[in-house]
C-alpha cells in the first residue's frame, strides 16, 4: 500500500518562506498516470488544491497562489516538495501531499488517493 | 477557481438516507465527468470515497453513492451509521490540470 510521509516546520515566521517534503513509499512514483499533489486546508475551511507535479517535474498551480508557489521534485528520492513563500496568516492550515491519479481519454479516471497524515503549519508574527 | 458550493451542515437519523449536493459551473463540474468525494473525520487525512461522479473505491461500502446532473453533482449514503458522522468534500477537476474543491459538508448522524 503506498503511503506518503511529510516532513517540515510546523512553525514558520510572517513574510518568510514554508518548505515541506513529501516522501513516497512501498510504490511507484513514476506513472504516465500518477501526478503529486500539494492540498491544505486552513483551521474550521474546506480543502485547497495548491498545485501538483509531474514526475517529469511538469507543475500545475492553483492561479490564487501561483505567484507564490513553487512545487519541485526528486524522483531519485521519491520525493516532492512544496514552497510557499511570503506566508502571512493567512496561510496557517494543515498541509497535505497526495497522490493524484489522472487519464484522460478512453480509460479516463481521477482521484485523489492516498493521502499523507498532513502536518499543521502556524505563521508567527 | 472558485470553491465548488456544497450545503454546510446535513442531517439524519441511523437508517435513514441522506444526500450532499456539490454545485459548480460548466466549466468544471458540469464539464467532467472527474468528480470525487472525501470523507474526513475530526484530525484525519482525507478519504476517498467515489471518483469519477460515481465509482466507489475497492472497501468503500456501497451504501455510498454518487451521481451528476448538469453542473451538480451529489453524494448519497443510505442507511446512516454512526460512523458516516464526518465531514464530505467534493472535488472537481477544471481544465487545464487544475483541481477545485467544495467547501465542506458537515453530516450528522442524530
Known amino acids: 500500500q503506498l503511503q506518503l510521509q511529510l516532513a517540515g516546520p510546523g512553525l514558520v515566521k510572517s513574510s518568510e518562506t514554508l518548505s515541506l517534503t513529501c516522501t513516497v513509499s512501498r510504490g511507484s512514483f513514476i506513472s504516465s498516470s500518477f501526478y503529486w499533489a500539494w492540498i491544505r486546508q486552513a483551521p474550521g475551511k474546506g480543502l485547497e488544491w495548491i498545485g501538483s507535479i509531474f514526475h517529469s517535474g511538469t507543475t500545475y498551480y492553483n492561479p490564487s497562489l501561483k505567484s507564490r508557489v513553487t512545487i519541485s521534485v526528486d524522483t531519485s528520492k521519491k520525493q516532492f516538495s512544496l514552497k510557499l513563500n511570503s506566508m502571512t496568516a493567512a496561510d496557517t492550515a494543515v498541509y497535505y501531499c497526495?497522490?493524484?491519479?489522472?487519464?484522460?481519454?478512453?480509460?479516463?479516471?481521477?482521484?485523489?488517493?492516498?493521502w499523507g497524515q498532513g502536518t499543521l503549519v502556524t505563521v508567527s508574527s | 477557481q472558485s470553491a465548488l458550493t456544497q450545503p454546510r451542515s446535513v442531517s439524519g437519523s441511523p437508517g435513514q438516507s441522506v444526500t450532499i449536493s456539490c454545485t459548480g459551473a460548466s466549466s468544471d463540474v458540469g464539464g467532467y465527468n472527474f468528480v470525487s468525494w472525501y470523507q474526513q473525520h475530526p484530525g484525519k487525512a482525507p478519504k476517498l470515497m467515489i471518483y469519477d461522479v460515481s465509482k466507489r473505491p475497492s472497501g468503500v461500502p456501497d451504501r455510498f453513492s454518487g451521481s451528476k446532473s448538469g453542473n451538480t453533482a451529489s453524494l448519497s449514503i443510505s442507511g446512516l451509521q454512526a460512523d458516516d458522522e464526518a465531514d464530505y468534500y467534493c472535488?472537481?477537476?477544471?481544465?487545464?490540470?487544475?483541481?477545485?474543491f467544495g467547501g465542506g459538508t458537515k453530516l450528522t448522524v442524530l
Open positions: 472535488c472537481s477537476y477544471a481544465g487545464s490540470y487544475i483541481w477545485v
Open positions: 497526495a497522490r493524484t491519479f489522472f487519464v484522460r481519454g478512453g480509460m479516463a479516471s481521477n482521484w485523489f488517493d492516498p
